[in-house]
C-alpha cells in the first residue's frame, strides 16, 4: 500500500449504487486482491458498499503491518479515498460497472 | 524491500531532506516531491501529501529555535501570511483547472529567475537599506538581531511592502497549486523584493511556511492524498532533521548560505522547466 503504481488520481465520480462485479482472474497484486476479496462470495456489490468495504480492508492491513501507529482516525479518509482510486483503475479490466454487472 | 524497511529509509532520507531544508528556508517539501517519487517510488499525489505535511513539521520545529535567537520576525511573519494564506486557499482551487505543466514550467523560469538574482547579490552580507516605506513604518515592520558571524547587532527595516505581499500572494499560491511550502519564493520575497537580512529571511520563511502550508494541507487530506505510513515517517524525520539544521544555519557566514542555496534553487529550475516541458516526467 506504500507505493501504489497503478491508480488513478482523480477518478470520475461513479453513482454509490452502481453494481459492480469481478471479471478477471484472481489478481497477484496486492491492491487488486484487496478488492477481489472484497467482491469474493458476493456475485455483485454496490459501488459505495465496495468501496467501503475495500478502504476497511486497506486500513486494516496497515494496522497488522504497523499496529497502532496506522491507527490514527484522523486519516481514515485516505483509505476510501484510496480504495476509489483503485476501483477505478481496475473498472474496464478486471472490474465491470453497471447494469451487465 | 519490506514494508517496515521501507518506512526506515523515508525516515532517514526524510532527516537529511529536513536538514537541508531548514538551513536553506525551503520547508525540505520541494527536495522530497522529487527523491519520494524518483527514488521511492511514491505516486506523486501522495509525495506531495507527505511533503506538505513535512513542510509544517519542519516549520515547526525550525521556527520555534529560530524564535528563540530573534531571527525570525513574527510580526512581519503574521503580516505577510495574510497573502500566503489566501494565495495557498486561491492555489487549491484552481488545482484542478491550470494543466500542472504549465505550473511547473513558470515555477522552473521563475526559479532560474531567482537564482540570476543571487548570483547578483552574492557579495552582499547585508542589504543596503537606502529607501524608507511609508507601510513599513506604519506596521512596524523592523527588527533587530545578534549575528554571531558578525560578532554585532543587526537593525533592519522591510522596504517595498506592497511588492512583497504580492510576492507572498504569489508564493501562497503555488504552495497550494504543488504542494510545496513555496519557501523559495518566501525568501526571494523576503531578502530580494523587501530587502531584509538572509538570515532573518530564511528564518521568517521558516516560519510562515507552515501557516501557509497548514492551509493547504486541508485540502490534500480532504482528497486523501494524505498516507499516514508515508505522512508520518517523512513528518518525524524532516522534524529531526530540521532541529540539526537550525544549529547549523546559526554558525554560516549569509555568504555561505547563499552558496548552498544557490545549486538547490538552479537543480529545481532546470527539473521544474524540464517537467513542464514534458522531458522529466509528470
Known sequence: MLRPSSFVSNPAPIAADTPVTWTGDPPADEEARVVWEALAGAPALRYAVLVERVGERLFRLDLERFGVSADVGFFRPFYDAHARRIVAALAGTRLSLGDRA | ?282
Request: glycine share 12%.
Open chain 2, 1 to 282: 524491500m519490506s514494508p517496515l524497511a521501507f518506512v526506515a529509509a523515508l525516515f532517514a532520507t526524510s532527516v537529511a531532506a529536513g536538514g537541508a531544508g531548514a538551513v536553506l528556508g525551503l520547508g525540505g517539501g520541494i527536495l522530497l516531491i522529487p527523491i519520494l517519487t524518483l527514488f521511492f517510488g511514491v505516486d506523486l499525489h501522495y509525495a506531495m501529501g507527505a511533503s506538505i505535511v513535512s513542510v509544517i513539521a519542519t516549520s515547526s520545529g525550525a521556527a520555534a529555535a529560530y524564535l528563540r535567537t530573534s531571527l525570525s520576525n513574527v510580526r512581519i511573519g503574521l503580516f505577510l501570511a495574510l497573502a500566503t494564506v489566501s494565495g495557498a486557499l486561491l492555489g487549491a482551487g484552481l488545482a484542478g483547472v491550470v494543466p500542472i505543466r504549465v505550473l511547473q514550467l513558470l515555477l522552473g523560469l521563475a526559479l532560474a529567475y531567482s537564482t540570476v538574482t543571487t548570483l547578483r547579490q552574492l557579495r552582499v552580507e547585508l542589504p543596503e537599506t537606502t529607501e524608507t516605506d511609508p507601510l513599513a513604518l506604519r506596521f512596524g515592520l523592523e527588527g533587530t538581531y545578534y549575528d554571531a558571524a558578525l560578532d554585532r547587532d543587526v537593525k533592519y527595516r522591510a522596504t517595498r511592502v506592497a511588492q512583497g505581499f504580492s510576492a507572498m500572494f504569489g508564493a501562497g499560491l503555488l504552495s497550494g497549486l504543488l504542494g510545496i511550502g513555496s519557501g523559495a519564493f518566501k525568501v526571494l520575497a523576503l531578502d530580494y523584493v523587501m530587502r531584509l537580512p538572509m538570515k532573518v529571511s530564511t528564518a521568517t520563511s521558516n516560519f510562515m511556511i507552515g501557516i501557509t502550508a497548514a492551509a493547504s494541507a486541508a485540502v490534500y487530506f480532504g482528497r486523501g492524498d494524505i498516507h499516514p505510513l508515508i505522512a508520518a515517517p517523512v513528518a518525524l524525520g524532516v522534524l529531526l532533521g530540521a532541529s540539526v539544521g537550525t544549529v547549523l544555519m546559526g554558525r554560516l557566514r549569509n555568504t555561505t548560505l547563499r552558496m548552498l542555496f544557490l545549486p538547490v534553487i538552479l537543480y529545481l529550475a532546470v527539473s521544474m522547466i524540464a517537467r513542464g516541458l514534458g522531458l522529466g516526467g509528470s
